[in-house]
């Protein structure tokens, strides 16, 4: 409640003079008869009318939170200072989501004056549309990865010590890291096979033996893109998962799985 300073007998007497003279009820006061200014921002005592019980009542915009406004205050004071939303222009369309295949972009804008007092609100502030990724690098999404358990070791020697396949067998590993998304039942029936699980992290690395013409391994996917992979030794163990990281020179710990 705010301080009103008034002496409480001389305000009683005052109201029963006011009740016998008649004048109590029938005037009418509010923000609305204060002229051009009307309605006050903030805290303003003197921002202020007599009801038509000849109480004093506030038209400044913190009798919202005294609860003591003007009857007239919401008509007058907050349809007058309606503020409308306004934004400003589009920005650019992002990269397509996909690198490969269907994905989706999106663009934004900014408020620059926020609604106030019952103004018009927002638009929409995000717009979305389909896309299409055709990166250079799709053909290499597309293939399939062959993977055996890191169990399985090769001991080659070429008895012929042949250049190239030295060269193979002295080229570093690397790990990849994928997120299993889709696993196969008969991935079930397995040992090996079994610890294929959807959303489990697994690390497959790469070894020089297994490095084709491109001096990578077939089917090491692309950052962000799911692929497809198949068990070499179990028909029907087959699955999609989405490279999460490479590392180069590095092999995988233990119990992982070997590009083939």
């Known amino acids: 409640m705010r301080a009103r300073g008034t002496n409480v007998g001389y305000f009683l007497i005052c109201c029963g003079w006011l009740l016998v003279s008649g004048q109590l009820r029938g005037t009418e006061a ?152 889709q696993v196969g039942a008969a991935c079930r029936l397995h040992f090996w096979s079994s610890r294929l699980l959807r959303e489990r992290r697994v690390c497959v690395e790469c070894q020089g033996d297994a490095v084709g013409s491109r001096s990578r391994c077939e089917g090491d996917g692309l950052q962000g893109a799911r692929t497809f992979w198949t068990a070499a030794s179990i028909a029907g163990c087959q699955g999609s998962w989405v490279q999460e990281s490479l590392q180069e020179t590095c092999t995988c710990p233990p119990l992982s799985l070997l590009f083939v």
């Open 30 to 181: 509010g923000c609305s008869n204060r002229g051009s200014h009307q309605c006050c921002p903030g805290r303003n005592n003197a921002c202020s009318d007599l009801t038509s019980w000849r109480t004093a009542c506030y038209c400044d915009t913190y009798c919202e939170k005294t609860g003591d406004c003007c009857e007239d205050y919401q008509a007058v004071c907050q349809r007058s200072a309606a503020v409308d939303c306004m934004v400003g222009s589009w920005g650019p369309w992002s990269k397509c989501s996909s690198l490969c295949g269907v994905g989706s972009k999106d663009r934004t804008r900014q408020v620059t004056v926020p609604p106030r007092n019952g103004g018009t609100p927002c638009p929409d502030l995000k717009q979305r549309r389909g896309c299409f990724g055709d990166s250079p690098v799709c053909d290499t999404a597309k293939e399939v990865a062959k993977i055996l358990p890191d169990s399985y070791k090769r001991d080659f020697k070429d008895p012929w010590r042949r250049p190239h396949m030295l060269l193979k067998e002295k080229q570093p590993s690397y790990c990849v890291y994928f997120r299993l998304k």
